[in-house]
């Protein structure tokens, strides 16, 4: 069960590097639960959460 969790943190941290949001087109990122989902958009320029 560790190995999973590890794997999908470097995958994530790999992921993450990649991308980044601009004012024009910011990052999109969701959060899943077994009741709830959460959005939330970013914008890494600024290093401010818009919505």
Known sequence: MLKK???R???KTRVRAKISGTA???RLTVFRSNKQIYAQVIN???G???A
């Open 5 to 7: 969790e590890i794997r």
């Open 24 to 26: 024009e087109r910011p």
């Open 48 to 50: 401010v959460t818009i």
């Open 44 to 46: 890494d320029v600024d």
């Open 9 to 11: 943190q470097k995958i």
